[in-house]
C-alpha cells in the first residue's frame, strides 16, 4: 500500500461507492467474478480509473479475468474500516438525531450509535431504537468509558461548537457534523461536514436554471 497521505482525496471517496457496489453484488446477484469494465459501469466510473484507484491498495484480481466479488468486497472493507464495528456518540435528538439514530444501513457500513446525548428535559429519558436518550453532561464520561471515537452532531448551530469541544475533550477523533457551521478543533480530530440546506439549495440552482433555459 502506498503512503496514505499520498493517495487522492477522490480515490477515497470513491472506495465506498466500490464497497456498496460489491455488497449488493454479493448480496443480490448470481456474480462471483466482475471485471474493472462492469464494476465501473455500474457506477458511471471508468475501468482505468477503478484499477488505478485500487492500485494505490495492492494488487487485487487477476488480468484477463477480473475480481473475485467476496474477496474484494473483504479487502476494500479492511480498507475502508467497515469490517469491524465503530460505536458512535450522537448529540442532538432531534427529528434528525432521530432519523440518523433509526437507520438501519449505518451497521452495515460498520457504524453504531450506541449512546444518544441530549440537553432538553423532555428529550432526555425518551427510548430511540432501544437507546435511552442520556442528558449531554454524561457525554464525556460515557465516551471516554467505552472507548468511543466517533461522534455525530445534529444539534443546532449555536450550539454546535460547545459540543464538539466536549466531544475532543472525551477523546473523540472523528465528527459528523450535521449542524450548518464550521467547527474548529484540533488538527488530529477529523470532520466531515454534512450541510443539508447546501444540498437543497444546489439542487433548487440547478432547478431554476432548467427552468430560464425553457422559456
Request: hydrophobic share 40%; net charge neutral; aromatic share 8%.
Amino acid at each position: 500500500m502506498k503512503d496514505r497521505e499520498k493517495i487522492p482525496k477522490a480515490t477515497i471517496e470513491r472506495l465506498p461507492l466500490y464497497y456498496r457496489c460489491l455488497d449488493k453484488m454479493s448480496t443480490f446477484e448470481d456474480v462471483d467474478v466482475v471485471s474493472s469494465k462492469d464494476l465501473g459501469g455500474k457506477l458511471d466510473i471508468p475501468s482505468t480509473q477503478v484499477r488505478k484507484d485500487l492500485s494505490y491498495y495492492g494488487e487485487f484480481g487477476r488480468r484477463g479475468v477480473g475480481y473475485n466479488v467476496n474477496e474484494l468486497k473483504r479487502s476494500v472493507g479492511k480498507i475502508l474500516g467497515v469490517n469491524r464495528t465503530w460505536p458512535a456518540a450522537l448529540v442532538g435528538a432531534g427529528n434528525l438525531g432521530r432519523a440518523l439514530v433509526n437507520y438501519g444501513s449505518f451497521k452495515m457500513m460498520g457504524l453504531e450509535i450506541t449512546c444518544v446525548f441530549d440537553n432538553d428535559l423532555d428529550k432526555i429519558g425518551n427510548v430511540i431504537n432501544d437507546r435511552e436518550v442520556k442528558s449531554v453532561q454524561d457525554m464525556p464520561g460515557k465516551v471516554e468509558k467505552n472507548n468511543i471515537k466517533l461522534g455525530i452532531i445534529s444539534v443546532p448551530a449555536d450550539a454546535a461548537q460547545t459540543v464538539a469541544d466536549l466531544m475532543v475533550e472525551a477523546g473523540i477523533k472523528a465528527i459528523w457534523n450535521f449542524a450548518p457551521t464550521r467547527l474548529y478543533v484540533p488538527e488530529d480530530v477529523s470532520v466531515k461536514n454534512e450541510d443539508l440546506a447546501v444540498g437543497i439549495v444546489s439542487l433548487i440552482y440547478h432547478l431554476s436554471w432548467q427552468e430560464e433555459m425553457d422559456v
